[in-house]
Nanobody, 123 residues
Framework: QVQLVESGGGLVQPGGSLRLSCESS????????IGWFRQAPGKEREGVSS????????WYSGSVKGRFTISVNSTKETVDLQMNSLKSEDPAVYYC????????????????WGQGTQVTVSS
């Protein structure tokens, strides 16, 4: 059974940074793509960023483009999400997801999900 584990969430002030990591029980380079999603209370889960593992092509939602960076850490075999210039609209539970068929920002296209990590932005 595939397991994904997120880490790196926490409390940060507006304008601050956090780095999330996604670790998998399955060899990370076997996936087609890995994505980061978030869900705030009362809202639907939304795609934040995804990366196609084979060529590291990336996708970002408009709300995070230019502030967040997704990358593959080959040494640690993780997919990381560097989040800079965090804003009041960024707090949510952030989920890592992995898929075997497509890289996108649509949650339904990913087959495997982590439990999430909380990101809070507050002064």
């Amino acid at each position: 059974q595939v397991q994904l584990v997120e880490s790196g969430g926490g409390l940060v002030q507006p304008g601050g940074s956090l780095r999330l990591s996604c670790e998998s029980s399955r060899f990370i380079f076997d996936y087609y793509a890995i994505g980061w999603f978030r869900q705030a209370p009362g809202k639907e889960r939304e795609g934040v960023s995804s990366i196609k593992i084979s060529d590291e092509s990336t996708w970002y939602s408009g709300s995070v483009k230019g502030r967040f960076t997704i990358s593959v850490n080959s040494t640690k075999e993780t997919v990381d999400l560097q989040m800079n210039s965090l804003k009041s609209e960024d707090p949510a539970v952030y989920y890592c997801a992995a898929g075997d068929t497509i890289s996108s920002l649509t949650p339904g296209t990913f087959q495997y999900w982590g439990q999430g990590t909380q990101v809070t932005v507050s002064s």
